[in-house]
Structures are given as structure tokens and as C-alpha cells.
RNA sequence: GGGUUCUUAGCUCAGUUGGUUCAGAGCACCUGCCUUACAAGCAGGGGGUCGCAGGUUCGAAUCCUGCAGAACCCA
């Protein structure tokens, strides 16, 4: 078998994931054998494609999964997606607008029809993308959020929150896209960070009693016609006098109250504020608060209605009123001044536009009761969030969680299921279908002859997060018939076995913007209706950001395109970029470098099997010492790394992980050891190192599996005669065998120290490394030393290993190993002056580090409350100092110097 | 404005309840090598008064206070 000098990513992915599918390797079912161990995906939208954030979230939860099969778990990861109302439906608007059809000319079914269509058009397209990642998912398990068992469990879910009192209709001030024409979430406005510059308008309001005017200052003079009063600050004297009378609004000449409020901010503006109630949350409270008349001028598209009372306006845009208002303003001697000013505007999400606060009618879940549980929850790390610090950040949110708003003016979407039989605010029934409907509107109304036909449903649809936080139960038909009680709004896990036996899932791996959107809501749609957290653990990633540290956007263009990406690198080794450098919870700075050095890593692996398949092996030959030594010491190091493995992954540290796996790999296994056993060129290897190597070989690919799925899988079928249908995914995960033997550990590090000296003295010396030298130690471990010669004598090439010291007029370079003195035998003169500069800047430095622990030693208070052992490594640290010193200054003798002590 | 978190080498980060040879890793950097697995490589090396100022302690990167700066969340 001839393989190629540099590993072909290209060449083996494909094919490995094919095999893998079709021998079903990530298909899981409920097994009493075995323990559970679910990741529910967190379901992208539908239509999108694959980013940065998908790569490294969903690269976290195979390397999870991965590791957790190999364990011998049930391992299940369902994957799917998200139908993402609003994202979607902007997108077929779009794309509908560039064809020339506006929505508001299609009917509703027409626009679904066009939805449905673009959905199976470019719906899945992600899913594909995930499996050129190496993604492990159980295909068949995968769920849309539109299915029609979700879709059905959705609108259940609503009738049921609707029965148990937690959903209401009302008035509301909310987040209004004029655009989009539809209600935001608070989490859909965004804000820019440095604010954004608008006008500060100064105008003059004359006084009812034609006593004087009073100046207000507002950045939407727009809405000047919706003013119903104007308030100041209990406190401020400068217009203590003025509460109580009447102001005209310009204009409409409307006479309004002028009231007192604490919320007035004094420093602001003039320190009178303006109060519309209709058009500002703010003055809606105060609205309230005064018993203040409501007018809104606004229309739903943002145009100005005929209730502003000015001809001119209405049907114009509130951005073109602005401005000519502004000159109205001026032209009638009511504007005073201008100001530039730098203020927050919310804007849309996924429009753009600017957010209107507007009054109207929304559905809403009362948050603060049905929370409860889910505070708890994490309060008592029953759903422990990783890292733990957004305990913090969930907990000020769920304190003062505010009730969600969950209608949306879309198509796209679950329709809410409320069916209005008359025009009165409460002439309205919730149901799930339309014939329980008739009979409770005829109910309700008192009607008896009303039909369906007499029923109009509730024309919105529901947010998106309404749908998705019921995916770890929803993805396992939990609401279907058999297993939901309609009467207690519970479900019967035990009736359910996908669900008996994956819920509550194992962790949730998330982006931290979404913890409120999603993973809160999840965590309370859990408790309602299973009693139960949905999850064990949540781990929160970082945000994938360039190396400048800005978030990776399509406007910017700063994100990579991750299939590039992965043609380019490999898979496994966009995987390992990824990983590289994103512990939990922090941000990770993407940078295309770490996927170079993933490669590089695969190529290294690569030709370390290169290497190993190379060698031809002398059957009959037993192992030479120096080989039993080599297996022994990394078999030592073999078990420290897996502890530490499981200790790193038991923390969610896997970066941590990688790396440790990395650097065991790169200098371990390829720089020490094989470097170690490695035959002389052609000649034969014996076969117990052999099968020795291949075992470790094998170990450390079983390791590495869940990080790097594709080339281990390739190596791994190269590394033995493998059955059909056998597979490394399926391989058992290595465990802890023993306690590692750290004396040989540390033996075989002073012998690595020893060795990289040797090195140092040549590179300094400009000794080619093809001149094999004499060493000669001085030493008291002389056993130790012989024991190791052979390895030293390989990795240094040295000629040999005497003990003692080199005779009279032998060239030799000392140095000092740990309190052994050595000297390397050279050829030609040796500049003893440097030599000894050298030696004594070592012994400088050790004598301050004597001198220091003294110190310590000799300050009583320090002996007395050290606990016992600290001060005994004090002691140590002491005499190996001392042994450390007499040893250079034996070196300092030896070339002429003499010691001033 | 309120809250949370953070500030350690040129860069990205570890540093576990304060206590091992005067703070570690990876990358980058410098020097020498195309040595028959790998130049996507090998060998060696330099680099930090742990944001600043105080305090507690025998002992502080680690605990406390203040200041400066950054990020995120909420308003």
C-alpha cells in the first residue's frame, strides 16, 4: 500500500461519512442496556446557510456525541430546523418583490404557497452543509418546526397556556416594524452601540391663558399631534409655577395639561417633557399614571393618519412629516433651536427600519408564575450553565422577566388559534380546531346558530421562540394524543419512549445571545409540562469573531465561507481551528491560521502512520531494553492524558482537551517516542515494539475520534483488518487503566532534559548533529544513567556515556543537570572564558534563589502557619539548590576559577 | 442610567479553595538544518515587574477597596 506524502482530506471524507450512513452509525433508539446521552440541535433557520457560529456550535456537540458513543452511551443527537417566521418571510417577500408581485396583492394561501415553495427550495440546505462537517446526527430523527405534528403541538400548547390562564390579549405599547408591518420582541430591536445623530427640536407650546409659552424639546416633532400633556419634575423650581395651567399644542391648537411627574429628567432638553401616549412607552406610563387621553396618528406603515388633525400630513411617511413639520415649526416662529444630539434608535432586526412604539392589540404570556420553576432550576444548578458566570446574567433577567409577546402580523408562521364570532374585544374563542371553536364561540356567545363559516380566525402568527422552545420535548411527539393530558396540560413521559428514555436531554450547546430567547423559555416550557429540566447542562459558546474582534457579518464580508473553508483545510482540520482557541463562554477571534495549523496537525498524523506502516518487522526478535523503557514511559504519559482528558471534558474544557491530546501526539508520541524506536534506515523493526506502536497508534486515534472523525476513521481502517460495517465511531472510547507510574515519568524527563542539553550545547557550538561526542557525567545515580544510555546515547547522538570525568587536556563543554555535573567531549578548542561566564550567570541565579527561599525559612512566622508540607518543599527546594550549587562551582574549579563562597 | 463579566508574553488564552526551581501553553518571532515519516517538517532559543494605586497576609496573578479601560446584558 502506497500512501501519499501529504494527507488529501478530499480524498476520505466523503466516503467515510457515506459509510457511516449507510451502516446506520448515528441512528440511536431507547435501550435499557445502555445510558442515554441526547443533544438536541439547536434548530437553524430553515433557509439559512451555514456560518461561522453553526461550525463551531455544531463541531462542540459532535465532539460530544462522538465521545459519548464511543463510551458505549445511547448516543442521540437530533438534528433539524427552524422555520424562522420572520427571517423567511422577509426573504420570500423579497424575492417575490424582485418578481414583481407584492405581498399585499396575494391572499394568505397564495403567499404560504410561495413560502412552502422557497422552503423546498433551499429548506435542508444547511442539514447537507452539517454533514460535510462530520456532523454524527441521527438523520432520521430530523424535525421542522412546521411539520405538521409540531405545527399541532404548537397551536396545543397555546390553547393549553390559554386555558391555564397564562395567555392574554391587550393593549400594549410594543415594538412596531413599519416595514415588516409587524410587532418586534425587545430582542428584536437592536440598537447601534454608538447611537445614532439626531435633531433636537426646541419648541415653543403658548400658554392656554396667553400668559407665556413653555419650550419643550423632542427628537420626533412628528408626533407634537399626539400630544396629550406636558410634564416637569415635581422638583424643579423653574416651572413649579406653570403645573396646573394649560398648553396649546401647535398646530391643533388642543389645550393640554401641564403635569408633574418624577420621570421627567431634569437635565434634559428644556426639562419639559412632551407626553404622547400613543407613541412613546414612557409617556404611556405616565399616560396611565395621569388619566391622559390616547391619540394615535400613527398608521400601521408608519404614515400619519387623519386623528394628527392637520390635512397636509396625513398619509405622508413620519419621516417626511419631520421635516416639514420642522419647517412649519419654523415658518410659524414656534421653533426656538436646533441641536445636534447623539441618541439610542431601535431599529429592526431584519428590517432596518426604524421602530415605531405603538398601541395595540398583541397576544401575551404572563411570564412571571410560569417562570418560577425555571429560576430555581438554575439557581440551584439543577440546569447547570457553563461557564457559570451567566447565572448571574440569567438570574437579573428571570427576576424581572416581562411578559412575552408572542403575536407576530406574519403569514409565515403557527396561526394563532383564536376565532373572533363578533366585533366586541372578548368576542373571541381559542381552540385547537375549528369545529371545538363553533362550539364554544355558540357557547360563549349564546348563539346557537353560528357556523364556521361565522368564525374569523385571528389573522397573526406566532413568534418563532413560541415554537421553538418546545423542541427537547416537541422532537419526540410529546404532545401528541397518546401521550398528552388535555384536562392537566401534562404530558405522560412515561408513555413516550423516545422520551422516557432521552428526556431530560444531556446539554444544550448554545450561542449566550439566545440564553433568554431560547434557552430560558425552554427551561420553563419543560417544567410546565414534564415537571422536569429539559437539559443537564447548558453550554454556552462564544461568538465567532474576526481576528479584529468584530462579530462576523455579511455586511462587513468578514466571514469566511465555511465550505471553503473546509475544501481547503479539511474538515477535521476547520474542526480543530475551531476549536483551537474557543473555551467556553469566551469569544473566540477566528482566524484562517488555526485551521492551517489543524491541517498541518492531520498531515503530522498522517505521516507518523506514514512511518509506522513503513517499517518491516523481524518476527522472533524480542524487545531490546531501550524499546521497554520507551513503551513503558509512554504508556505512563498515556494515562496521564486520559485522566486529564476526562477531567478536561467533565469541565466542558475542550479546547483544553485538544490541546492536550495535541501536544501528547506532536511531541510524545512523534518527537520522543517513535523517534525513540525508530529503526536505523532499513533496518527491520521487532515485532513486540511493533505491535506495541500499532496499539498506541490505535489508542490514540480512538482519542482523537471525537475531535478529528475523518482521518482517524481513515487511519484506523488502514491500522488493522477491519470487518464490514466496523467502524471507529462504534470503537470503545480508551479509559483510565492504572495509575500512571510518574517515576518513570520524571526519570524519563530528567533523561529528556539531558538530552535537549546535549542539543543546546551543539546548536550553540555549531556541532553538525551528524558528529557523534563522548559525554561525561559525574554523578552519584550512575545506575539511573545506565539504565537510559542507550535511549540518551540514540537521541543525542552521542558516542558514549562514561562516568566521571574526562581526562586532563580532553576538550570538554560542562553544563549542569540537575545537581549532576556533565561534560560533552569536543573536538578543537574549547573558549573556556565563555564557558565560565556562563557557569557563573547559572550560579548567580541560583544563588538569589537560595538566598530567597532563606529567607523564607528563617522567617518564623512562615514556619509556624505554613501548613507542614508547604514549608517541607521549602526545605527541598533548599538542598537542591545547594546540590545545584556545589556542582557549578566544582564546574567553576575544574576550569581555573576560583569561588569566592 | 442599572447590572454582569473581564484586563496575564507580539496575538489568543490557561492559571482550580492565596503556598513547588523567581508565572504556563499554542501561535507568531529569532538561529541552525531539505537528517530517508512529515519544510504542512526537525533541533535550539529569546520574550511578561500578571491594567494602575493602595490594603489584608509569613506569603497575592489569585482575597478586599479605589481608579482607568474593554465587552456583554437590561433600561
Given at each position: 500500500m502506497e500512501l501519499a506524502k501529504k494527507y488529501n482530506p478530499a480524498e476520505v471524507e466523503d466516503k467515510w461519512y457515506r459509510y457511516w450512513l449507510e451502516n446506520k452509525v448515528f441512528s440511536a433508539k431507547p435501550n435499557p442496556e445502555k445510558e442515554p446521552y441526547c443533544i438536541v440541535i439547536p434548530p437553524p433557520n430553515v433557509t439559512g446557510v451555514l456560518h461561522m457560529g453553526h461550525m463551531l456550535n455544531n463541531t462542540i456537540q459532535d465532539v460530544l456525541i462522538r465521545r459519548a458513543r464511543m463510551q458505549g452511551k445511547e448516543a442521540c443527537w437530533v438534528p433539524g430546523t427552524d422555520h424562522a417566521s420572520i427571517a423567511t418571510e422577509a426573504k420570500v417577500v423579497r424575492m417575490l418583490r424582485e418578481r414583481g408581485i407584492s405581498k399585499h396583492e396575494l391572499s394568505r394561501e397564495e403567499f404560504l404557497k410561495y413560502a412552502w415553495e422557497w422552503k423546498e427550495k433551499y429548506g435542508g440546505i444547511i442539514l447537507e452543509q452539517l454533514k460535510k462537517l462530520g456532523a454524527s446526527c441521527d438523520w432520521d430523527r430530523t424535525r421542522f418546526t412546521m411539520d405538521d405534528k409540531y405545527y399541532k403541538a404548537v397551536i396545543r400548547v397555546f390553547v393549553d397556556l390559554y386555558k391555564k390562564g397564562y395567555i392574554y390579549r391587550g393593549l400594549r405599547m410594543i415594538n412596531w416594524d413599519p416595514e415588516a408591518k409587524t410587532a418586534l420582541s425587545n430582542e428584536e430591536v437592536i440598537y447601534k452601540e454608538e447611537g445614532e445623530i439626531s435633531k433636537l427640536y426646541h419648541v415653543r407650546y403658548p400658554l392656554a391663558d396667553g400668559s407665556g409659552h413653555v419650550v419643550i424639546a423632542t427628537t420626533r416633532p412628528e408626533t407634537i399631534l399626539a400630544d396629550t400633556a406636558i410634564a416637569v419634575n415635581p422638583n424643579d423650581e423653574r416651572y413649579a409655577a406653570l403645573v396646573g395651567k394649560q398648553a396649546l399644542v401647535p398646530f391643533v391648537n388642543r389645550p393640554i395639561p401641564i403635569i408633574a411627574d418624577d420621570y421627567v429628567d431634569t437635565s434634559f432638553g428644556t426639562g419639559c417633557l412632551k407626553v404622547t401616549p400613543a407613541h412613546d412607552p414612557n409617556d404611556y406610563e405616565i399616560g396611565l399614571r395621569h388619566q391622559l387621553e390616547v391619540i394615535d396618528i400613527l398608521n400601521e406603515d408608519g404614515s400619519l393618519n387623519e386623528a394628527c388633525g392637520v390635512e397636509k400630513y396625513v398619509g405622508k411617511d413620519r419621516f417626511e412629516v419631520r421635516k416639514m413639520i420642522a419647517k412649519d415649526l419654523e415658518e410659524a416662529g414656534l421653533l426656538v433651536k436646533v441641536e445636534e444630539i447623539t441618541n439610542k434608535v431601535g431599529r429592526s432586526e431584519r428590517t432596518g427600519a426604524v421602530v415605531e412604539p405603538r398601541l395595540s392589540l398583541q397576544w401575551f404570556i404572563k411570564m412571571k408564575e410560569i417562570s418560577k420553576r425555571a429560576l430555581e432550576a438554575v439557581e440551584k444548578d439543577e440546569v447547570q450553565l457553563v461557564p457559570a458566570k451567566f447565572k448571574n446574567i440569567y438570574r437579573h433577567w428571570m427576576e424581572n422577566v416581562r411578559d412575552w409577546c408572542i403575536s407576530r402580523q406574519l403569514w409565515w408562521g403557527h396561526r394563532i388559534p383564536a376565532y373572533y364570532y363578533?366585533?366586541?374585544?372578548?368576542?373571541f374563542v381559542v381552540a385547537e380546531t375549528i369545529e371545538e371553536a363553533v362550539a364554544l364561540a355558540r357557547e360563549k356567545s349564546g348563539n346557537p346558530h353560528l357556523q364556521a363559516s361565522d368564525l374569523r380566525q385571528d389573522e397573526d402568527v406566532l413568534d418563532t421562540w413560541a415554537s421553538s422552545w418546545l423542541w427537547p420535548i416537541a422532537v419526540f411527539d410529546g404532545f401528541e394524543d397518546e401521550y398528552f393530558d388535555k384536562e392537566k396540560g401534562k404530558i405522560h413521559k412515561e408513555k413516550n419512549a423516545d422520551l422516557n428514555y432521552f428526556y431530560p436531554t444531556k446539554v444544550l450547546v448554545t450561542a449566550p445571545e439566545i440564553l433568554f430567547f431560547w434557552v430560558a423559555r425552554m427551561i420553563i416550557a419543560g417544567y410546565e409540562y414534564?415537571?422536569?429540566?429539559?437539559?443537564e447542562h447548558v453550554y454556552l459558546t462564544g461568538i465567532v469573531r474576526d481576528k479584529l474582534g468584530r462579530k462576523m457579518s455579511k455586511s462587513l464580508g468578514n466571514s469566511p465561507d465555511p465550505l471553503e473553508l473546509m475544501a481547503q483545510y479539511g474538515a477535521d482540520g476547520v474542526r480543530v481551528g475551531m476549536l483551537f482557541s474557543s473555551p467556553a463562554g469566551n469569544d473566540l477571534l477566528f482566524d484562517e491560521k488555526l485551521c492551517e495549523q489543524g491541517r498541518n496537525f492531520a498531515n503530522k498524523i498522517w505521516n507518523a502512520f506514514r512511518l509506522v506502516k513503513g517499517w518491516t518487522v523481524e518476527a522472533g526478535a524480542a524487545m531490546p531494553a531501550r524499546n521497554r523503557l520507551a513503551t513503558d514511559w509512554l504508556r505512563a504519559r498515556l494515562e496521564t492524558v486520559k485522566q486529564a482528558l476526562d477531567e478536561q471534558f467533565a469541565q466542558y474544557r475542550l479546547s483544553e482537551a485538544l490541546m492536550t491530546l495535541y501536544k501528547f501526539i506532536w511531541?510524545?508520541?512523534?518527537?520522543?517516542y517513535l523517534e525513540m524506536v525508530k529503526p536505523a534506515f532499513g533496518q527491520p523493526i521487532d515485532a513486540p515494539t511493533y505491535e506495541q506502536t500499532t496499539a498506541f497508534f490505535d489508542e490514540i486515534l480512538r482519542l482523537l475520534h471525537p475531535f478529528m472523525p475523518f482521518i482517524t476513521e481513515e487511519l484506523w481502517q488502514h491500522l488493522s483488518e477491519r470487518r464490514n460495517g466496523e467502524t471507529i465511531c462504534q470503537a470503545p472510547y480508551p479509559q483510565v487503566q492504572a495509575a500512571a507510574d510518574t517515576g518513570l515519568i520524571e526519570e524519563m524527563e530528567r533523561m529528556m532534559e539531558l538530552i535537549a542539553q546535549v542539543r543546546n550545547v551543539r546548536a550553540e557550538r555549531q556541532i553538525p548533529n551528524k558528529d557523534s561526542l563522548p559525554l561525561f557525567i559525574k554523578t552519584n545515580r550512575q545506575a539511573l544513567y545506565e539504565r537510559y544510555a542507550e535511549i540518551v546515547k540514540k537521541m543525542a547522538n552521542l558516542a558514549e556515556i562514561a562516568f566521571g570525568e574526562p581526562a586532563e587536556g580532553q576538550n570538554a563543554i560542562p553544563f549542569v543537570l540537575k545537581e549532576d555535573e556533565c561534560f560533552l567531549v569536543v573536538e578543537g578548542s574549547v573558549d573556556t572564558e565563555q564557558l565560565k561566564a556562563d557557569l557563573l550567570k547559572e550560579l548567580d541565579y541560583y544563588r538569589g534563589f537560595k538566598q530567597s527561599v532563606e529567607k523564607k525559612l528563617s522567617n518564623e512566622r512562615f514556619v509556624q502557619n505554613a501548613p507542614a508540607a508547604v514549608v517541607e518543599k521549602e526545605r527541598k527546594k533548599l538542598a537542591d539548590a545547594e546540590a545545584k550549587i556545589a556542582a557549578i562551582e566544582e564546574s567553576l574549579a575544574k576550569l581555573g576559577h576560583a569561588i569566592d563562597k
Open positions: 363578533g366585533e366586541g374585544e372578548n368576542d414534564l415537571d422536569e429540566r429539559p437539559f511531541d510524545d508520541f512523534c518527537s520522543w
